[in-house]
């Protein structure tokens, strides 16, 4: 039985999806940060966090780290058995999070929020929120010229801090990006002190959402709405489209040691590329509900989830994949392996905890 827990560091689709693309704050006229409660107003402790919904999780060295709805923030330092609530200066919901050691971390969410922890997420700080991305967007947009772009800054101003980001990716403690709603994308080249807007070096014209961003084997990679998929040669100075095998959207990226990509979305469709993208396989997952979430194991095995808590597992790199015994009886949103082997997982129930050992069901 594989108990009760879920994957990846998404929200689960379908009425996640919807919870993630809901504005939490909207209005017709450009707003100043103060006017926006939930961005001033510290995540509420609780001692009913660890059942509040949770939509990632990740590894802080040794730590485990998951964030969710309200600004909630738990740390676990023995694997999953306990949690404690950090302090973290706003009250909105956050949907990603990523440490690139066991001291510094960043996590986005709702209303163009970036945090970052110096000190493995017990202690955030707000580096960016959605009026000043706005901002930021504007200006650069100003100082190109190009009509098409202020056009589009200049809605991103009068439209207000509704904008989520809904992932981001850290190579390094200086050099990081986070992306969002539709084609929102911004960079970093000193931890997060400065942004800059990036939309501009994406091929994608119809500002489709972005929900996933990867590195594997030199590149970079953007999964997103009705399809897209984009790659980056050049160190993430410029993304181009992929030529996609499917037309839905895609949740998530895995990757695997070797440099192997899994690109996966709705109706069970999971594709795998072993070329970095330039041609695609489906893998006959045996699903048909949306893949929700995927992580990888500490043995290279990788690991997909789906909406309903169906569990598949890859020991070749993402081929093909098995799926384990039982399934969760919760709702997925995030994975990770904990340092003792066991799974930590996180979703609209809160958290959840699989010890080690898994098993395959024959199909």
């Known amino acids: 039985m594989i108990g009760n827990f879920s994957v990846t560091r998404a929200i689960p689709v379908g009425l996640v999806l919807a919870l993630l693309l809901a504005p939490t704050w909207a209005t017709a006229a450009p707003a100043a940060t103060p006017q926006i409660p939930l961005l001033n107003q510290a995540a509420m402790q609780t001692a009913k966090a660890q059942r509040s919904v949770l939509l990632a999780v990740t590894r802080a060295g040794e730590r485990l780290v998951a964030v969710g709805e309200r600004g909630i923030i738990l740390l676990s330092d023995d694997s999953g ?206 699903v048909e509900v949306a893949f929700s979430a995927g992580t990888q194991l500490a043995d290279g095995s990788l690991v997909l989830a789906s909406q309903a808590g169906e569990l598949l597992i890859s020991h070749d790199q993402g081929r093909t994949f098995q799926q384990l015994a039982g399934q969760a009886d919760a709702s997925i949103a995030g994975l990770v392996a904990a340092p003792d082997g066991s799974l930590t997982s996180v979703g609209l129930s809160g958290l959840a905890r699989q010890p080690r050992g898994f098993s395959t069901t024959q199909r």
């Open 81 to 286: 058995e306990t949690w404690r609530q950090a302090r973290v200066p706003v009250s909105v919901s956050l949907t990603a999070v990523q440490f690139v050691d066991a001291e510094q971390g960043w996590a986005v969410g709702h209303l163009g929020v970036v945090l970052h922890s110096e000190d493995g997420g017990e202690t955030w700080a707000k580096q960016l929120d959605g009026v000043r991305a706005a901002q930021l967007a504007l200006e650069s947009a100003q100082r190109s010229g190009d009509a098409k772009r202020l056009k589009d800054a200049e809605w991103l101003v009068a439209d207000g801090p509704d904008k989520p980001f809904l992932d981001l990716y850290f190579s390094d403690r200086q050099h990081g990006y986070i992306v969002g709603a539709y084609n929102l994308i911004l960079r970093t080249a000193d931890g997060g002190k400065t942004w800059l807007p990036w939309m501009q070096q994406l091929q994608n014209p119809e500002n489709l959402n972005l929900y996933s961003i990867r590195a594997a084997g030199g590149f970079l990679y953007i999964a997103g709405e009705r399809g897209l998929l984009l790659r980056s040669a050049d160190g993430g100075q410029s993304f181009q489209a992929l030529d996609s095998p499917y037309d839905g959207s895609f949740f998530g990226l895995l990757s695997s040691a070797t440099g192997e990509l899994v690109a996966f979305g709705l109706r069970g469709n999971g594709y795998w590329s072993g070329d970095q993208g330039d041609s695609w396989s489906r893998i006959e997952t045996g």
